[in-house]
């Protein structure tokens, strides 16, 4: 008898071992809020279940609450694991591209990517960063002048005999330090040490169009710069056609990449750098261009699915078989939300699988745009890390809709309490381009907010 109640015991203690490891697991592993794609009922690996009474209401255009309700995730329907907030979207159609395309980035300003030394009656000296300039600093104005490419900042020092005004932005806040260039005798003019980047150009992969907004999203990462990995500002930028000419092959422990030649085809203007990508404005024809509802976080399954990309001459994208065999839930906005294994024998015998250049390939499954591939794992180039879908669309979604919904007053209004002294530091007539206005219409606004 003692021996059944002992092993009832060790059965008992490992179920309820397993429960709360489970339990503990969901709490970690699970987000803080769920969307619904129009049920209201949510499933996750079909263990946590969130469900019952009324559901909160979404407006289809901002997708944010209307009005919201607290439910409790449980396990198998019947533990309880958390709250969340539970809220219903109803399903967004987009237009799926894979087609690949050039990006060209001009910065909101010029990037520090290292200050040098500079040798003077051979003492080495270094003015940028004895001002307190760092790398990854984006320079803003010297001396109160707007500056936008390298050839301005090199002019601005080269001419100075004093100390210069440099206003940068440094996480998001605005400061001002006071630099002393010094005269480089071998180089007949002032030095200020410093090494800054304006531009830079790529290869992607365009991901989804959304009609409703006319907003295209593409790579699924953000541009970084190569030196500093900050997130390049965009002051403006350009997606032309390319056209796809050669293919590195991935291997182990060496990155393919895919070659293309840029196309005097323009496909749109580039607004935003961000974590979850490129975005901007479609400005060309959907021929060819299939329609698929964007899946909530909670409808992606590990299991099959399909690639969308493009990687041959005729620059058609194609499917190709690939395996979702790891989700992540609670990846937030980041672009590793779920690793994707490519398992198509002829996209591996054309490409080893992920190579640079694919980012932004749309992943499907189930009927449903559900990410899109975001990098390559180096020691496995057949796998590599995919974003949600849902949270493409999340990250800054409002911020652009903001701005194309928004009236121009608006958006001159928000843009001026976001940053006050834009005004001195950017010429009307760029300010009013950024804007999507004419200068004359510009200046109307200013003397009706004044």
């Known amino acids: ?10 059965v008992l203690a490992v179920v309820l071992a397993v429960i709360y490891g489970l339990v503990g697991f969901g709490c970690w592993a699970l987000p803080d809020t769920v969307r619904t794609g129009g049920g209201d009922a949510a499933y996750f690996g079909g263990l946590y279940t969130v469900s019952g009474g009324r559901t909160g209401a979404v407006d289809a255009r901002q997708e944010t609450a209307v009005s919201g309700t607290q439910k409790e995730v449980r396990l198998l329907n019947a533990v309880p694991v958390k709250t969340v907030a539970l809220q219903k979207t109803a399903p967004r159609q987009v237009a799926v591209s894979g087609r690949a395309f050039g990006i060209k980035i001009y910065t909101d300003g010029v990037l520090v990517v290292g200050t040098r030394d500079v040798q003077v009656d051979g003492k080495a000296m270094n003015p940028a960063a004895k001002a307190g300039i760092q790398s990854g600093d984006l320079i803003v104005a010297i001396d109160g002048k707007k500056v936008s490419a390298s050839e301005d900042v090199a002019a601005l020092f080269s001419r100075s005999g004093g100390a210069v005004s440099v206003q940068v932005k440094r996480d998001g806040k605005y400061k001002t330090f006071s630099l002393t260039p010094v005269y480089s005798k071998a180089d007949g003019c002032w030095k200020a040490g ?50 796809v000419t050669k293919i590195y092959k991935s291997k182990a422990g060496s990155t393919g990449s895919i070659c293309c030649d840029f196309l005097q085809q323009p496909l749109g203007a580039l607004t935003e750098n961000d974590n979850a990508g490129v975005f901007g404005r479609y400005s060309c024809s959907l021929k060819g261009m299939r329609t698929y509802p964007v899946a909530t976080a909670q409808q992606v399954e590990n299991g099959d699915c399909q690639v969308l990309t493009t990687v041959d001459g005729d620059n058609t994208p194609r499917l190709y078989k690939a395996k979702i065999i790891h989700i992540s839930y609670r990846g937030g906005s980041g672009e590793k939300n779920m690793i994707v294994r490519i398992t198509d024998p ?18 499907v499954q189930d009927g449903c745009l559900v990410g899109a ?10 796998s590599g890390y995919g974003i949600l879908a849902e949270h493409m669309l999340a990250e800054v979604y409002e911020r652009l809709l903001d701005r194309y919904a928004a009236s121009p007053q608006q958006r001159y209004e928000a843009l001026t309490e976001r940053c006050p002294d834009v005004l001195q530091l950017v010429p009307l007539r760029e300010l009013a381009s950024y804007l999507g206005v004419r200068p004359e219409t510009l200046s109307r606004i200013r003397r009706r907010v004044r």
Do not use: F
């Not at 591939?373 to 057949?382: K, Q, R």
């Open 346 to 363: 002829v996209l591996l015998a054309k490409t080893g699988g992920i190579v640079q250049g694919m980012s932004g390939s749309p992943i």
């Open 1 to 10: 008898m003692k021996k059944c109640v002992r092993a009832v015991t060790a």
């Open 194 to 243: 410093v090494w800054v980047r304006d531009s830079t150009a790529g290869i992607g992969t365009v991901t989804y169009y959304d009609p409703q907004t006319g907003v295209m999203a593409a790579l699924g990462h953000p541009i970084t710069d190569v030196d500093t990995g900050e997130i390049m500002p965009i002051l403006r930028g350009e997606a032309v056609a390319a056209k």
């Open 373 to 382: 591939v975001t990098h390559v794992l180096v020691n496995d180039p057949t």
